[in-house]
């Protein structure tokens, strides 16, 4: 991935946990590297289509004297946002900000946080079968692209489905949403129970019906099994009406516990059901 480099940005700010650094204020270093790919810029020498980095400092000065906070940790954090959302180019940032005059009563040349940032590419599986199931699933969509930090990018193809487990209930209408987004799992787990909580989902019976249903299938290639949330999706690869969806936007994705491609696990998954 190529890279952009903007080092020891000198910005004079009003930051720390001490109200003297918020009221008499001291001097910061911030650097910026930014990913992005720089080849259609290079081809064509043309400064649209790459980041002006002289545009770009302005605007980190600006934004890292938006608001006073305690830790530089959050002013990184708030700068790396910043970047990602407002350059649609870079895919991943690093913030270093230094505090040279940092208030410790010991020589040194500065105190520093690195932070690491980047867009992650999650299949979210979706699912309704109460009450008007396609506005039920538009709506989902349009709430998890106004929470801000996560953005759909794509979208399957919308299939009715028998419903599974607890079989007195309507059909489903089934989709997958792709989708970017800057939260980590547990934060995007907590989006998604909220949006489905908003959307009055209930959860009196087991595989029971539902106004809306959002299950994170797979975030990045990661593997996880914390209590919160299982990634991949538990039972994902034995479901023909997730994998279809899914295998509509992406084939090719590989499946990082079965290592098998998303295609081959939807033909498997034909194949058994012909049998039976």
Not at 41 to 60: I, P
Not at 139 to 150: D, P, Q, V, Y
Not at 184 to 206: Q, S
Request: aromatic share 8%; hydrophobic share 40%; proline share 4%.
């Amino acid at each position: 991935m190529d890279k952009i480099f903007i080092k020891d940005l000198e910005i004079y700010g009003y930051h720390g946990v001490y109200e003297e650094e918020k009221r008499i204020g001291q001097k910061f270093l911030i650097s910026a590297e930014l990913f992005l790919n720089l080849s259609p810029a290079g081809k064509s020498d043309d400064l649209s289509k790459t980041v002006n980095y002289g545009q770009l400092s302005n605007e980190l000065e600006k934004e890292f004297n938006k608001n006073k906070y305690d830790l530089i940790e959050k002013a990184a954090e708030e700068l790396s946002k910043f970047v990602l959302l407002n350059y649609g180019e870079v895919e991943r940032v690093k913030i270093t900000i230094k505090k040279p005059w940092a208030p410790i009563g010991k020589p040194i040349d500065y105190a520093a946080v690195e932070i690491d940032r980047r867009w992650n590419r999650v299949f979210i599986g979706v699912g309704s079968n109460l009450g008007d199931k396609k506005e039920n699933i538009k709506l989902a969509a349009e709430k998890i692209n106004s929470s801000g930090l996560t953005k759909i990018i794509n979208q399957s193809p919308q299939y009715e489905t028998k419903p599974v487990g607890y079989l007195e209930q309507d059909n489903f209408i089934n989709a997958v949403f792709e989708a970017k987004t800057l939260l980590n799992p547990k934060e995007l787990i907590v989006l998604l129970l909220e949006i489905e909580k908003e959307l009055k989902r209930e959860r009196l019976i087991k595989w029971g019906p539902r106004t809306i249903d959002l299950d994170i299938l797979l975030y990045n290639d990661i593997v996880t099994s914390s209590e919160e949330i299982v990634i991949p999706h538990l039972r994902m690869h034995e479901r023909l009406f997730v994998i279809k969806p899914l295998c509509d936007i992406a084939p090719y994705v590989i499946h990082p516990v079965l290592n098998k491609r998303i295609y081959e696990i939807k033909e498997e998954l034909e194949k058994n059901e012909n049998i039976i």
